[in-house]
């Protein structure tokens, strides 16, 4: 069901400490559903996918929930190790959320 993520975040997500998602449906906006709910809970948001127009996810991840950001493995310690990647396909490891919310991962 489109927005059933987001809405059991909100009645049961008082023990979680960041959310993550990988290949969300295309064209189902659920996953801007959960972003908002994240954002709203102060919650960091990591999902796997497409940028925006790609064969993942929704436009409105990218249009309501504001701008997710490649998450810079680098800069996150994790050693420049993204998701593999197949020819024609730009899968990468998106952040959403508040910044210095890397706290909650770690």
Excluded: M, N, Q, Y
Aim: net charge neutral; charged share 25%.
């Amino acid at each position: 069901r489109p927005g059933a993520p987001a809405l059991w975040l909100a009645r049961h997500g008082g023990g979680v400490d960041a959310v993550f998602w990988a290949w969300w449906p295309r064209g189902d906006e659920g996953d801007a559903a959960l972003a908002e709910e994240c954002a709203r809970l102060g919650l960091p948001a990591l999902f796997v996918g497409e940028p925006k127009g790609g064969c993942t996810g929704s436009d409105a991840v990218w249009e309501r929930a504001g701008a997710p950001r490649p998450l810079s493995s680098e800069a996150e310690g994790l050693g420049g190790v993204d998701v593999p990647r197949w020819p024609g396909v730009r899968d990468r490891t998106w952040h959403v959320g508040r910044r210095g919310a890397r706290a909650a991962l770690g």
